[in-house]
C-alpha cells in the first residue's frame, strides 16, 4: 500500500486589519499624523497636503486611513493613483479627493489630476497626496507641480529598528504566527524595511513552516527562499 503523504496547510482566518491612525506606529511621523488627524475633523477648506518617502514608509496607509475617516463622518471620498482609468470624476457628496502614487502619473493623468485641483479649488473640498518624491523633484507638469507643493508637505520617515521590530512582532501574534527573534533580526538585516514586504515574506515562510512540518528558523527561511528561486527560474 502506498502511503499518502498530506501537507499542512493554514487557514486564513485572521482578516487584514483596515488601516487606520490608531494602528499606524508613527515614529518620527508624529507631526504629519496630527496634520492628517486634524485634516479628517474639519469641513474648512484647507491647503492640499502632500507626503513623501520610499516604499513600505506608510504612505498608502495614511491616506487610506484619512479616508476612512472621512468616511466615517459621513463625508465621501475619492481615490485616484497611477492606475486609476480615465476620466477622473470626484462624486457629488465627496469632501476630500487623494492622489496617490504622484510619481508614476503618465501624461494624461497628469491632465486629470490638475484638472482635479481645479475642480476641489471650485467645490471647497480637500486634496491629499503622495509620492516618492517631493513635489519639486517630481516629473510632473510645472502646474501640477506646483499644486501638489502649495500646502504642508510632509517626508516620511521609516521606522527604526525597535520600532519595525515592534510592528513586524505584533502583527505576527496577531496572525498567530510564532515569530522567533532571531528571525526579525535576519529579516530586518537583509531585506528592505518595507513593512508590508516583511510581512507577505513572514506569511510565506509561515505556510512553508507547516507544509514543511517545522519551526520558523533562519535556515528554513533561507531554504524557502532557494526553493522558490528554483521554482522561479526559467
Not at 508624529?30 to 497636503?49: G, I, M, Q
Not at 466615517?72 to 462624486?91: E, K, N, R, S
Not at 535576519?186 to 506569511?203: C, K, Y
Request: charged content about 20%; glycine content about 6%; hydrophobic content about 50%.
Amino acid at each position: 500500500m502506498t502511503a499518502v503523504v498530506m501537507e499542512q496547510l493554514p487557514l486564513a482566518i485572521v482578516p487584514e486589519p483596515q488601516p487606520s491612525f490608531d494602528n499606524f506606529l508613527a515614529g518620527a511621523n508624529a507631526a504629519a499624523v496630527d496634520d492628517l488627524r486634524a485634516l479628517a475633523c474639519t469641513s474648512l477648506p484647507s491647503p492640499p497636503v502632500y507626503l513623501w518617502g520610499p516604499a513600505g514608509c506608510g504612505k498608502t496607509h495614511l491616506l487610506r486611513a484619512l479616508v476612512r475617516r472621512c468616511e466615517g463622518a459621513a463625508q465621501g471620498a475619492a481615490w485616484f493613483d497611477a492606475a486609476t482609468p480615465l476620466p477622473w470624476h470626484i462624486a457629488p457628496g465627496c469632501a476630500l479627493a487623494v492622489i496617490d502614487r504622484c510619481d508614476a502619473l503618465g501624461e494624461a493623468a497628469q491632465h486629470a489630476a490638475f484638472a482635479l485641483f481645479v475642480e476641489a479649488a471650485d467645490r471647497g473640498l480637500q486634496v491629499a497626496a503622495a509620492g516618492r518624491l517631493p513635489p519639486v523633484d517630481l516629473a510632473l507638469r510645472d502646474d501640477l507641480r506646483t499644486r501638489l507643493g502649495w500646502g504642508p508637505v510632509y517626508a516620511l520617515q521609516p521606522l527604526d529598528d525597535e520600532l519595525t521590530r515592534a510592528a513586524l512582532l505584533g502583527e505576527a501574534w496577531r496572525r498567530g504566527i510564532a515569530l522567533p527573534d532571531e528571525v526579525v533580526t535576519h529579516l530586518l538585516t537583509h531585506f528592505p524595511r518595507d513593512l508590508g514586504h516583511l510581512m507577505h515574506l513572514i506569511d510565506r515562510l509561515d505556510r512553508y513552516a507547516l507544509a514543511q512540518g517545522r519551526r520558523l528558523t533562519v535556515p528554513l527561511l533561507r531554504r524557502m527562499l532557494a526553493d522558490q528561486a528554483v521554482e522561479a527560474a526559467p
